[in-house]
């Protein structure tokens, strides 16, 4: 019927294929191709059924993107979406790869459904801020029940054709979409089956009408990790819409639900936020048609927590690896975590019964370096000092054979100086994994100044491969994530000199939206790990040293910063914590004062925004979205707040400004401003209107 929509008939069978590259989205074209189609089939007197099914790797994964924001264009979708689901003609929607979003509800408003045994399928809007807004809150309890459909439109994770099958979302799995769901056609035809419209079909409601704790208990389960997000709870409200009340005015209140969140700030938040994912694959500075070198090995130098940590990332993805260590000790320790950690994880539902064991299988645990000889990455993760890595990288030589990608997981020492160890400084880059390695997605790829471009781009490839989210970030102490952090704990420490105590400055944090408090964190860690190197480099830190020196070690010990019960994770104000940092402060003379929880927040937060400014300018990151994303992905940053540098956007650069110069009168020059900063708001502008790196 156009460019992007074809319409055939085969006898009885009219066969309506998208072909809209790369995903089908439904932009305007698709939409109007749709429903001239639709119209053209129901008023063609030899078409008695109707396929609508997709060319290329999947079904309608959604709404256009390059569409968001822009004024809609007609047919709108509630015209589509009548013209499909008043049909008087049967319409079999074949689904493969991904029916998501715009794209199964546009499957919901057909009579029937069929789809291939790898097709997902799912309503995932609430990722985005939003609410499924074409009718997914009304159709999809009615298709599959109430309990079911809180778990896909409030969780947003999709669910597989074989649970589709189950839930009575599809009618059949099928080899071949279009030929299948041509068959199932006839067998409608045959069987004469009535049309089968969800609207009208209230029998998956009637079990959570008569006991209401059906859906409740699917809305506590699944928003107990919602805290801060409007949309989870808007989106379960709008399911409850489908039990208690006729179809369209619960279709009138989804579309009021979508309204209100899509004008809000956290939608906006959440869009930006997919999208600076989406821009971060975009590595500046690569030359064009630049390909990524073939990995089918990997190898892994040491099988501590963070070498195990990724060691699991790769046997997750199902890739083997080969794990080295210089000691059989340390390989069985490091093996016997792993174990555990997966068989925790099974036991409590996450993952297949039988995944540890397959898992286990695809991690091949040896002593010596000389084990890396096949592999074509190479991945360090050992001690973190220079020394340490230098003599690693420089025996890799002798290893490791020509063209192996070689990586540093350090989380702060130079890449470059690493590279100089080595014949290959060109083979050479930095793999910086967060910490749990197997549970955080981001991956900070390090630039090296003599990194070729084809081994840059393997080392995004393959995290991209094992579910990580690569963003690329040039040399530097910390490179980003942590030389931003940085600034922020070094406030949170100095706070205790001043007046905060712990649980003030943790509680700041977690109810701006970060998954837990400084000082929490420094408790999981270990607090004599800090002492133990500060004592090695002549350092003191009064107050963290007191604690050390009083045994409060941290969660390991039951007391840090906070105390802990016997088997509880849970962090406890503990007045000995009170009362030994007033001895300290009293000890030095200083004097306490009562500190505000705006000023924490601004203290701690502020000069992360300050940092990034100067990473910008620097041009060690090369997009402020990047650094949006590492925050996100790395820490934890609340989606519904964007990342620092698009959330300093939003408050106003000339506040940030202003309050980091009046920090830096009174408190010096951890506050400084950066420069781009300045210009910025000399200029009017906003970190978002940076396109290219500053420098």
């Given amino acids: 019927m156009n460019q992007v929509v074809k319409l055939d008939r085969h006898d009885v069978i009219a066969i309506i294929t998208i072909?809209?590259?790369?995903?089908?989205?439904?932009?305007?074209a698709v939409r109007r191709g749709l429903v001239d189609s639709v119209n053209a089939a129901i008023s063609d007197p030899e078409v008695k059924a109707i396929v609508l099914t997709c060319a290329g790797r999947t079904f309608i994964a959604g709404d256009d993107i390059k569409e968001f924001g822009k004024p809609p264009q007609p047919p709108s979708w509630n015209e589509m979406m009548a013209v499909l689901e008043n049909s008087p003609k049967p319409i079999v929607a074949a689904i493969?790869?991904?029916?998501?979003?715009?794209?199964?509800?546009?499957?919901?408003?057909?009579?029937?459904?069929?789809?291939?045994?790898?097709?997902?399928?799912?309503?995932?809007?609430?990722?985005?801020?939003?609410?499924?807004?074409?009718?997914?809150?009304?159709?999809?309890?009615?298709?599959?029940?109430?309990?079911?459909?809180?778990?896909?439109?409030?969780?947003?994770?999709?669910?597989?054709?074989?649970?589709?099958?189950?839930?009575?979302?599809?009618?059949?799995?099928?080899?071949?979409?279009?030929?299948?769901?041509e068959a199932f056609a006839r067998k409608v035809l045959a069987e004469k089956r009535p049309l089968r419209r969800l609207r009208d079909d209230d029998?998956?409601?009637?079990?959570?009408?008569?006991?209401?704790?059906?859906?409740?208990?699917?809305?506590?389960?699944?928003?107990?990790?919602?805290?801060?997000?409007?949309?989870?709870?808007?989106?379960?409200?709008?399911?409850?819409?489908?039990?208690?009340?006729?179809?369209?005015?619960?279709?009138?209140?989804?579309?009021?639900?979508?309204?209100?969140?899509?004008?809000?700030?956290?939608?906006?938040?959440?869009?930006?936020?997919?999208?600076?994912?989406?821009?971060?694959?975009?590595?500046?500075?690569?030359?064009?048609?630049?390909?990524?070198?073939?990995?089918?090995?990997?190898?892994i130098i040491g099988a501590g927590t963070m070498g195990g940590g990724i060691a699991m990332s790769f046997a997750n993805a199902g890739i083997a690896v080969t794990l080295v260590e210089t000691s059989q000790e340390q390989l069985k320790r490091g093996m016997g975590v792993m174990q555990k950690n997966w068989e925790a994880t099974a036991k409590r539902g996450g993952i297949p019964q039988?995944?540890?064991?397959?898992?286990?299988?695809?991690?091949?645990?040896?002593?010596?370096?000389?084990?890396?000889?096949?592999?074509?990455?190479?991945?360090?993760?050992?001690?973190?000092?220079?020394?340490?890595?230098?003599?690693?990288?420089?025996?890799?030589?002798?290893?490791?054979?020509?063209?192996?990608?070689?990586?540093?997981?350090?989380?702060?020492?130079?890449?470059?100086?690493?590279?100089?160890?080595?014949?290959?400084?060109?083979?050479?880059?930095?793999?910086?994994?967060?910490?749990p390695a197997n549970v955080m997605k981001l991956c900070e790829v390090?630039?090296?100044?003599?990194?070729?471009?084809?081994?840059?781009?393997?080392?995004?490839?393959?995290?991209?491969?094992?579910?990580?989210?690569?963003?690329?970030?040039?040399?530097?102490?910390?490179?980003?994530?942590?030389r931003m952090y940085d600034r922020s704990g070094k406030q949170a420490e100095k706070l205790l000199f001043e007046g905060a105590l712990p649980q003030q400055v943790d509680a700041v944090m977690t109810k701006f939206g970060m998954p837990m408090g400084t000082f929490v964190m420094h408790d999981m860690a270990g607090l004599d790990i800090g002492w133990l190197s500060r004592k090695e480099r002549g350092v003191k830190s009064e107050i963290a040293d007191a604690l050390c020196e009083a045994g409060r070690y941290g969660l390991k010990a039951g007391k840090g910063y906070y105390k802990y019960e016997a088997g509880s994770r849970a962090p406890l104000p503990d007045p000995e914590v009170e009362r030994l940092i007033g001895e300290t402060l009293e000890r030095l003379g200083l004097k306490r004062r009562v500190v505000s929880d705006d000023e924490v927040l601004e203290r701690l937060m502020y000069p992360i925004i300050n940092e990034g400014a100067?990473?910008?300018?620097?041009?060690?990151?090369?997009?402020?979205?990047?650094?949006?994303?590492?925050?996100?992905?790395?820490?934890?940053?609340?989606?519904?707040?964007?990342?620092?540098m698009y959330w300093a956007d939003q408050i106003g650069l000339d506040k940030v400004l202003a309050k980091l110069k009046e920090f830096h009168a009174s408190l010096g020059d951890d506050f400084k401003p950066a420069p781009l900063l300045e210009n910025l708001v000399a200029e009017g502008k906003k970190f978002g209107e940076l396109k290219q790196p500053a420098r």
């Fill in 446 to 482: 390090v630039r090296a100044a003599k990194t070729a471009p084809d081994a840059l781009a393997t080392a995004v490839s393959i995290a991209r491969e094992i579910a990580k989210v690569p963003v690329v970030v040039g040399v530097c102490h910390g490179f980003v994530g942590n």
């Fill in 614 to 644: 100067k990473i910008l300018e620097e041009g060690i990151a090369s997009r402020p979205s990047d650094l949006d994303v590492v925050w996100l992905y790395g820490f934890g940053w609340p989606i519904y707040r964007g990342g620092p």
């Fill in 19 to 28: 072909n809209y590259p790369p995903v089908n989205a439904l932009s305007a």
């Fill in 354 to 435: 039988d995944a540890p064991a397959k898992r286990m299988a695809l991690i091949n645990g040896v002593v010596g370096l000389e084990n890396v000889k096949k592999a074509d990455l190479i991945i360090e993760a050992v001690f973190e000092t220079m020394a340490v890595k230098k003599e690693v990288f420089s025996k890799l030589d002798q290893y490791a054979k020509p063209g192996a990608v070689l990586a540093s997981n350090t989380s702060y020492l130079s890449i470059d100086e690493i590279a100089k160890a080595t014949k290959r400084p060109q083979d050479v880059l930095g793999m910086h994994f967060f910490s």
């Fill in 96 to 181: 493969h790869g991904n029916g998501l979003g715009g794209g199964l509800e546009v499957a919901l408003v057909c009579h029937f459904r069929v789809a291939t045994q790898d097709a997902k399928l799912g309503l995932p809007e609430v990722k985005l801020g939003l609410l499924p807004g074409a009718g997914g809150t009304q159709r999809l309890p009615r298709a599959v029940g109430p309990e079911l459909a809180v778990k896909m439109i409030v969780g947003g994770d999709p669910i597989s054709a074989a649970d589709a099958l189950k839930y009575g979302l599809i009618e059949e799995i099928v080899v071949d979409p279009a030929s299948g769901g």
């Fill in 203 to 299: 029998s998956k409601l009637a079990a959570a009408k008569a006991d209401r704790s059906i859906f409740t208990d699917a809305v506590t389960e699944m928003t107990k990790k919602a805290r801060g997000r409007e949309a989870p709870f808007v989106a379960a409200g709008a399911v409850g819409f489908a039990i208690d009340l006729p179809f369209e005015e619960g279709l009138r209140r989804e579309l009021e639900g979508f309204n209100k969140l899509f004008a809000g700030g956290q939608s906006k938040a959440q869009q930006y936020a997919f999208f600076a994912e989406r821009a971060a694959k975009k590595i500046a500075g690569l030359p064009e048609g630049t390909e990524s070198r073939p990995v089918n090995r990997v190898a």
